[in-house]
């Protein structure tokens, strides 16, 4: 997220990014995220939501909920079953603060299950096909009918995200 700020950044509009360190509770995670964008949005209004692994599962169910549009990248698709491995002590990537992920959790990412995308138009899915902790065909699967970029190589980090700034704020409307 540190490139797509500056690019941001650089094209004067940097005041419409909001990133939040999201908690680890998917609810909570969630609770965050809407009451921005209901503070920022409001009824009506428009955003587009980035989101990563993780962040893609929950900008899938933020962007159904308020019709809004969405990039998704390298995205969890059913996070519930694919999280399992990770219960217990985990630590947070930027942060270093250690955190526990727990079975509660997981039911909290069940409860955001969206079986069907309304309007898959609205979505960007972006996907690196050596995605080594995600299997990047049930995101293609997941989201056919949306914008698809599926590259061959790369990791879970999505290594081309540089490449793909200004296409992501075209698509946000905000060139």
């Given at each position: 997220m540190r490139a797509l700020a500056a690019r941001m950044a650089e094209r004067g509009c940097a005041d419409q990014l909001i990133c939040p360190q999201l908690p680890a509770s998917p609810a909570t995670a969630i609770a965050l995220a809407d009451s921005i964008i209901r503070e920022k949005v409001g009824a009506g209004g428009t955003a587009t939501l980035v989101g990563s692994s993780l962040g893609g599962y929950y900008a899938t169910h933020l962007a159904e909920k308020h019709r809004l549009k969405a990039v998704l990248v390298n995205p969890a698709v059913v996070a519930a079953i694919q999280l399992e491995p990770y219960l217990?002590?985990?630590?947070?990537?930027?942060?270093?603060?250690?955190?526990?992920?727990?079975?509660?959790?997981?039911?909290?990412?069940?409860?955001?299950?969206?079986?069907?995308?309304?309007?898959?138009?609205?979505?960007?899915?972006?996907?690196?096909?050596?995605?080594?902790?995600?299997?990047?065909?049930?995101?293609?699967?997941?989201?056919?009918?949306?914008?698809?970029?599926?590259?061959?190589?790369?990791?879970?980090?999505?290594?081309?995200?540089?490449?793909?700034?200004?296409?992501?704020?075209?698509?946000?409307?905000?060139?």
């Open positions: 217990g002590p985990q630590t947070w990537l930027y942060s270093g603060e250690p955190f526990e992920f727990t079975r509660q959790h997981i039911d909290e990412l069940r409860a955001l299950e969206i079986p069907v995308l309304a309007d898959p138009s609205r979505y960007w899915l972006l996907v690196e096909e050596g995605d080594e902790t995600l299997d990047y065909r049930q995101a293609v699967d997941r989201y056919a009918g949306a914008r698809q970029t599926v590259l061959p190589g790369g990791d879970h980090s999505f290594t081309r995200w540089d490449d793909y700034l200004d296409e992501i704020l075209a698509f946000a409307g905000l060139t």
